[in-house]
Nanobody, 114 residues
Framework: VQLQASGGGLVQPGGSLRLSCLSS????????MGWYRQALGKERELVAT???????IYAESVKGRFTISSHNANNTVTLQMNSLKAEDTAVYFC?????????WGQGTLVTVSS
């Protein structure tokens, strides 16, 4: 499975960015896709995931600001990030799980700075 992430960049605090992840495998029964992030000097942490059935999990730090959605027809998951803060700066990794295996895409850098 290949996961291709796109959409990172530089944005000012309070701004918005949208990340997309294209999967080479169909979003199907029991699959989960989403995003993790890793800031400099910190461990990788969950940002948001969405299951094939639509069950969504958000990190507390992004609730109300980030929205994850899946587009099963084209095997894409997007992460709409609003009201970005400096502490959101990190490399964001697309994640997919097709039981029992986990897959990671390449990271995309999100920098929130004035």
């Amino acid at each position: 499975v290949q996961l291709q992430a796109s959409g990172g960049g530089l944005v000012q605090p309070g701004g918005s960015l949208r990340l997309s992840c294209l999967s080479s495998r169909k979003i199907s029964y029991s699959s989960i896709m989403g995003w993790y992030r890793q800031a400099l000097g910190k461990e990788r942490e969950l940002v948001a995931t969405i299951s094939e059935t639509g069950n969504i999990i958000y990190a507390e730090s992004v609730k109300g600001r980030f929205t994850i959605s899946s587009h099963n027809a084209n095997n894409t998951v997007t992460l709409q990030m609003n009201s970005l803060k400096a502490e959101d700066t990190a490399v964001y990794f697309c994640y997919g799980r097709w039981y029992p295996f986990n897959y990671w895409g390449q990271g995309t850098l999100v920098t929130v700075s004035s």
